[in-house]
């Protein structure tokens, strides 16, 4: 079983994901990770970044910067896509590599935020799960955790599919607005009670 777990920012998918792991003995295989690894310090994909948009966009550590990456590709479309074309392939190979260590019979859950943007994942995913909240409970989520400005966050949500998008797109919606943790986990422990996960 391929799991396709999805969200907008702040929605709480991180959380699921790891309910999911722990509750049903699943692989969890992270794109958000996985690109956080290739544009951290020594990462794969920091020199055809540097190549590609100059030394200004990567920070003293060797990491990419990502606020001033975020404020360019939010302004200027062309620098987005040519930052995906650099990252998507390389996250896509090491999101095939890393599914194949699954044992036989194991579900995978595949986290991947811009699933529904992104046009090619419900071909390669069994089921798709969308977490779902409230847009002003992400923005105060997002700004708890990370700093970033209402603005900002807004420019973030305004870049990323719709939640009728997203419910479109699901087989299966679970709505966390209001719920504690343990009650978010026990949605997920339901969730695999059923016949379609």
Do not use: Y
Not at 85 to 94: R, W
Not at 134 to 163: H, K, P, W, Y
């Amino acid at each position: 079983m391929r799991i396709g777990l999805t969200g907008g920012i702040g929605s709480g998918k991180s959380t699921v994901a790891a309910a999911l792991v722990a509750r049903g003995d699943a692989l969890l295989v992270d794109t958000d990770a996985i690109s956080r690894a290739l544009t951290s310090t020594g990462g794969g994909a920091i020199s055809a970044i540097e190549a590609r948009f100059g030394p200004a966009f990567i920070a003293e550590n060797g990491a990419l910067d990502r606020g001033a990456m975020r404020e360019l590709a939010f302004r200027d479309p062309q620098a987005k896509r040519a930052l995906e074309a650099i990252l998507h392939p390389m996250i896509g190979a090491e999101t095939m590599r890393q599914a194949a260590l699954a044992k036989p019979g194991q579900r995978i859950v595949f986290d991947v935020p811009l699933l529904v943007e992104s046009g090619r994942w419900r071909r390669l995913v069994d089921r798709v799960l969308v977490v779902d909240c409230r847009e002003d409970t992400q923005i105060a989520r997002v700004i708890a955790r990370s700093g970033l400005s209402e603005a900002a966050v807004r420019a973030i949500l305004a870049q990323q599919a719709t939640r009728i998008q997203r419910r479109a797109a699901a087989d299966a919606v679970i709505h966390n607005d209001g719920l504690t943790i343990g009650q978010l986990q026990d949605e997920v422990a339901l969730l695999l009670t059923s016949p379609l996960f």
